[in-house]
Structure formats: structure tokens, C-alpha cells
């Protein structure tokens, strides 16, 4: 009799256990653990118009007037530098996530003529499998200019132009509306064999709880060398990656939605808030950063 009540009162912790546990909780009292990019546009490979810098013009931390938490600005300005018409801002990770784990990222994304806000990840500073796409990448949000919906894509295959992407161009629209006059998280789930995508996510009792999406099987991607020759396992997404969280203006993609980059200027000061960024593991582990 009394193991089973042991074992009737152990049941909820062992189920706690072996489900997500919080391994990094960024609230932005400083930027630490972020490096502030600096990086003219015709660097991204998608000819945007802005210069990302360093300056606290364009990255900052500020506090929100309402609840008083803390927050990340991104800013994108019309403000001449280097011969670019805008300045903005982008950071990442100084050191890899995963991989694996669940990430969920708190952040109200600004949404306008030219805007290319994005919540995204790729092997920055530890790159294992070679040049775009044959690295990965995972965008957990993207959205341009006035467009209702926001993407949710894998990127990954040879180096470009043999790279690709699923879902594939045109269908990896989110399946729900999203209110951009709100708050969100913006969540990627990362399993060995599959990873998905969450809307509005939260974590309650180890479990993952809101609107879950793109189910995709590791059977789905893959990475090529040089020589068009797969590697063994479940390469690229193997692997860890930094987070980016940036706000591009112009660029080969909002420059092809009619009017998108018109008046861009006229959406300037333009801000992305980013109230958390955390990371969950389903074992434990050493928590990141080491500090
Ligand atoms: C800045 O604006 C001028 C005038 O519209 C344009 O000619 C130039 O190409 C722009 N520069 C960049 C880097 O986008
Ligand atoms: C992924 O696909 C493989 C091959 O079709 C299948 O055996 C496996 O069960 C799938 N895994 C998931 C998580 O759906
Ligand atoms: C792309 O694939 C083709 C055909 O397999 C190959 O000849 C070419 O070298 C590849 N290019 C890159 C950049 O990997």
C-alpha cells in the first residue's frame, strides 16, 4: 500500500521531469549575451536598403511604460549613414541555442511600407555545414510591409542556388490571422525527428500549450556538400544555432509586393519589441549562458 501512494505522488513529478524545462530565460536588464550587428544591406544577399549599426540609435534596451518590463528596441530610422538612406537593427546570440529544446520569443513586430521585421536562427558563429542554405536556417516569424500573415519556413539542401525551403514558397503562410496591433510568441519546437512551429505559445507543467503548426518529419530536409553528397543523419538542424532578431527595410522580397516600397520613409521610427527570448530543453542541462 504505501508504494503505491508513493508512486501516486511521484507520478506528476517524473511526468514534469521528462517534459521542457527552462534552460534560458533572456529578459533584457542588458545586451550581454547579444552581438549588435554591423552590416550594410547588400550583405544580407536580399539587396535591403538599410545599414544595420551598433549605435543606440537603432538597438536599446528600454522599459515597457505600461507593465514596466523590460524590452529589446530594434528601430529602424530614415537616417543617412554610409551612403544608405535607413539604419536599423539586428543582433544574435553570442553563442549557439541547441540543438533542440523548445524557443519562444515575446515580441509586438512592426508591420509597414518596406518593413521586413524577422524572428529567425542560423549557425552564426559555429557553421558546420558550409555556405547558405547547406547551413540551415530556421524562421520562426517573417512578415513584409501591410501583409496580414507572417511565414514560417525551413531553409536548408546545397549551397544556393541549390538550396531550398519547406514548406515551400507560398505555403508556409501561419495558418491563423495574427492581430499585429498585439503582442505574440513566436515559438519553434525542435525534436530529433521532427520539428513544428507554435503560435501564442506558453509552457505549463513541462507541457507546450497554444496553437501548434507545420509538422515537419526530418525525413524532409536534408544538407549537400560542395559535391552534391548528403550528410549522414539529420544535417543541417543537428546542430546549434544563434538567434537573429532584426527589422530589414526594402529588400528583393517586400520590393516585390505592389506599393511596398513606396513612402517607406513615411514609416519611420519603425520598432520591434522583444520582451523575452527563451529556451527549453526536455532533459536537463547546463543552463545557457554559463554565468
Ligand atoms: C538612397 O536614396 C537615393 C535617392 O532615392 C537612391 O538613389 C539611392 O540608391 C539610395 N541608396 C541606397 C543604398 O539604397
Ligand atoms: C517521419 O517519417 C518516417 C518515414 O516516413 C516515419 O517512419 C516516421 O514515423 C516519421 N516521424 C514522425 C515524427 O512523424
Ligand atoms: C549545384 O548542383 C549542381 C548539380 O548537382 C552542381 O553541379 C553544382 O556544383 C552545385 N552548386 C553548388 C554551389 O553547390
Given amino acids: 500500500m504505501?508504494?503505491?501512494?508513493?508512486?501516486?505522488?511521484?507520478?506528476?513529478?517524473l511526468a514534469a521531469a521528462s517534459g521542457y524545462q527552462l534552460t534560458w530565460s533572456e529578459t533584457f536588464e542588458s545586451l550581454d549575451n547579444w552581438v549588435l550587428d554591423v552590416e550594410p544591406g547588400m550583405d544580407s544577399g536580399n539587396n535591403?536598403?538599410?545599414y544595420y549599426t551598433d549605435s543606440s540609435d537603432n538597438v536599446f534596451l528600454s522599459t515597457d511604460p505600461v507593465s514596466?518590463?523590460?524590452m529589446l528596441v530594434l528601430q529602424a530610422l530614415a537616417q543617412e549613414h554610409l551612403g544608405y538612406n535607413y539604419t536599423s537593427g539586428k543582433v544574435y546570440t553570442k553563442e549557439v541555442l541547441g540543438p533542440y529544446g523548445f524557443y519562444n520569443v515575446r515580441a509586438k513586430v512592426p508591420h509597414g511600407l518596406g518593413l521586413w521585421p524577422a524572428i529567425w536562427m542560423l549557425p552564426v558563429t559555429e557553421n558546420h555545414y558550409g555556405t547558405w542554405a547547406a547551413c540551415g536556417e530556421i524562421d520562426l516569424m517573417e512578415t513584409v510591409c501591410y501583409d496580414p500573415n507572417a511565414y514560417a519556413t525551413l531553409h536548408f539542401g546545397g549551397s544556393w542556388p541549390n538550396n531550398t525551403q519547406t514548406p515551400s514558397n507560398g505555403h508556409n503562410t501561419f495558418p491563423m490571422s495574427i492581430n499585429w496591433d498585439e503582442t505574440h510568441n513566436w515559438g519553434f519546437e525542435w525534436d530529433l525527428d521532427h520539428v513544428q512551429f507554435w503560435f501564442d505559445a506558453e509552457v505549463v507543467d513541462g507541457e507546450i500549450q497554444g496553437q501548434n503548426f507545420f509538422s515537419i518529419n526530418s525525413t524532409e530536409w536534408y544538407s549537400t556538400n560542395s559535391q552534391g553528397i548528403r550528410y549522414p543523419g539529420t544535417a543541417p538542424?543537428?546542430?546549434?544555432?544563434?538567434?537573429?532578431?532584426?527589422?530589414a527595410v526594402g529588400g528583393w522580397w517586400p520590393c516585390s509586393v505592389a506599393g511596398c516600397c513606396e513612402n517607406v520613409e513615411s514609416q519611420m521610427p519603425a520598432q520591434m519589441l522583444v520582451y523575452w527570448v527563451q529556451t527549453y530543453q526536455q532533459t536537463p542541462i547546463p543552463s545557457f549562458?554559463?554565468?
Avoid at 504505501?2 to 501516486?8: D, E, N, R
Avoid at 538542424?237 to 527589422?247: E, H, S, T
Fill in 48 to 50: 535591403e536598403w538599410e
Fill in 2 to 13: 504505501p508504494s503505491v501512494l508513493v508512486l501516486g505522488l511521484l507520478l506528476p513529478a
Fill in 68 to 70: 514596466g518590463a523590460n
Fill in 237 to 247: 538542424f543537428d546542430v546549434g544555432f544563434n538567434m537573429i532578431l532584426n527589422i
Fill in 289 to 291: 549562458p554559463s554565468h
